[in-house]
Structures are given as structure tokens and as C-alpha cells.
């Protein structure tokens, strides 16, 4: 009876969430299989400030260099949109979707964009370091095209 009436609650609560575009959730079970945890997973990871970082660039619309739809929302960007895939720590198992990160150049310019994909490091052959960035973060950074590419940078969660 318990294992259906917590079937029954995170159906209800996945139904709501499925219209919530930031609504995240998270099931946990104890290692004693009696404890269900139903919450947010915003909530769960780390606040980061001032993290050092290697800013990448990526092409987040279909055909680019990101390969396919963002990890977030399986969706497609277009590339005048401020946002970013993060290394799989930094992306936290998607518990930073959709949430702001502030970047800061070198140069001192800084740009907000949102995190909608995951730069696998198993996979993608990411570093662990990487904040990949669309051409809008660039330009909000006013960095020169001609030095597009590679740069270091400090991140922190908004």
C-alpha cells in the first residue's frame, strides 16, 4: 500500500511539474528503502562563486558543433541567445537547468546566461573546466571575433 500511494503522489506531483518549466524534481530512497524524499532539485547542489573556468565557444542551433538538442529541454538555441553547457560536474546531474550564471572576462566585462546543456566530460571529451558558450556570450563579454575560441573566465551561480 505504501509503495502505491507514493506512486500515486509523484504522479500527481510529475503531472504538475511536466507544466513548470523550472520545476525540477528529485526521488530518493534511503539505503533502507524506507524513506521517500520528494523536493527540488535546485535546492540540492552547491552554490559556486568565482569558479575558474575555460570559456569555449559552441553552436547551440541544429546543425551546429553542439550536436544535438540541449540536455535541459531538448530543445535547439538560436546562437543571439545567452546561454551555456557547463562540464558535467558544474551541471550537477541537470540541477543548474535553466539557471543563471554570471561570467566574467578578462577583460572585465561580464555577461548573464542561462544553462540549458551538459559538455559531457565521459563523453563529449569535455575538460572538467568548461563553461561552452553561445556567440551572444561572446559578444556580451565584447571579446574580439578574432579571438573567439579559448579564453579563461570566472563563473558564478546567480
Known amino acids: 500500500m505504501k509503495h502505491?500511494?507514493?506512486s500515486i503522489a509523484l504522479a500527481v506531483?510529475?503531472?504538475f511539474c511536466s507544466s513548470q518549466a523550472a520545476c525540477r524534481i528529485v526521488y530518493e530512497k534511503s539505503a533502507a528503502n524506507s524513506t521517500?524524499?520528494?523536493g527540488d532539485a535546485a535546492a540540492k547542489f552547491a552554490r559556486i562563486s568565482?569558479?575558474?573556468a575555460e570559456l569555449t565557444i559552441n553552436g547551440f542551433q541544429k546543425g551546429e558543433s553542439g550536436g544535438g538538442p540541449a540536455e535541459c529541454d531538448g530543445k535547439f538555441h538560436p546562437d543571439d541567445t545567452l546561454v551555456v553547457a557547463?562540464?558535467?560536474?558544474w551541471y550537477a546531474h541537470g540541477q543548474r537547468c535553466f539557471r543563471s550564471i554570471t561570467?566574467?572576462?578578462p577583460n572585465g566585462n561580464?555577461?548573464?546566461a542561462r544553462v540549458v546543456d551538459e559538455c559531457d566530460v565521459a563523453h563529449a571529451g569535455c575538460k572538467p573546466d568548461i563553461v561552452d558558450a553561445s556567440q551572444a556570450v561572446w559578444e556580451a563579454l565584447k571579446v574580439p571575433h578574432n579571438q573567439w575560441g579559448l579564453m579563461s573566465v570566472t563563473w558564478?551561480?546567480?
Do not use: H, M, R, W
Open 50 to 52: 568565482n569558479a575558474k
Open 156 to 158: 558564478s551561480d546567480d
Open 36 to 38: 521517500v524524499v520528494i
Open 13 to 15: 506531483l510529475l503531472a
Open 86 to 89: 557547463l562540464s558535467t560536474p
Open 103 to 105: 561570467i566574467q572576462g
Open 110 to 112: 561580464s555577461a548573464t
Open 4 to 6: 502505491y500511494c507514493i
